[in-house]
C-alpha cells in the first residue's frame, strides 16, 4: 500500500501548477485524501482534503479561491491544482489517505490518516 506525489517543481508567481497523488495497492474511491504542506522552518500545515464517496472539498482559507482538489478513479490519483501561485505557498507537499474518511471545513488531522506520501517540493520563485 503506496502513495506517491509527484509533480512538484519550480514555478514563477502567478503561475500554475498540478500535483498528484497515485495510490497502489488499494483503490482511492473510498478513501478520504487531503493534502498537506510543510513551508521550510514551519509546521506541516492542512491545506485541502476531499471526502470519502460523496467528494465534498474543503480548503484552508489562504489557498481558498486558487487550489482545487479532484480525484480520477480511473487513474487511482487525487489531484490538487494551484493557480495564482504565491511565493508563500513555497513548500513540500504531502498528501495522505484514510479509508471511510469525511473532511469537514475545520480541516483534516494528521493523526487520523494512515497512509502518506513522500512528498513533492513545490517552490514559487522568480
Known amino acids: 500500500v503506496q502513495l506517491q506525489a509527484s509533480g512538484g517543481g519550480l514555478v514563477q508567481p502567478g503561475g500554475s501548477l498540478r500535483v498528484s497523488c497515485a495510490a497502489s495497492?488499494?483503490?482511492?474511491?473510498?478513501?478520504?485524501i487531503a493534502w498537506f504542506r510543510q513551508a521550510p522552518g514551519k509546521e506541516r500545515e492542512w491545506i485541502s482534503c476531499?471526502?470519502?464517496?460523496?467528494?465534498?472539498?474543503y480548503y484552508v482559507d489562504s489557498v481558498k479561491g486558487r487550489f482545487t482538489i479532484s480525484r480520477d478513479n480511473a487513474k487511482n490519483t487525487v489531484f490538487l491544482q494551484m493557480n495564482s501561485l504565491k511565493p508563500e505557498d513555497t513548500a513540500v507537499y504531502y498528501c495522505?489517505?484514510?479509508?471511510?474518511?469525511?473532511?469537514?471545513?475545520?480541516?483534516?488531522?494528521?493523526?487520523?490518516?494512515?497512509?502518506w506520501g513522500q512528498g513533492t517540493l513545490v517552490t514559487v520563485s522568480s
Open positions: 495522505a489517505a484514510e479509508p471511510n474518511y469525511y473532511c469537514s471545513e475545520y480541516g483534516a488531522y494528521e493523526g487520523d490518516l494512515t497512509f
Open positions: 495497492g488499494f483503490t482511492l474511491d473510498y478513501y478520504g
Open positions: 476531499i471526502s470519502s464517496g460523496i467528494d465534498r472539498t
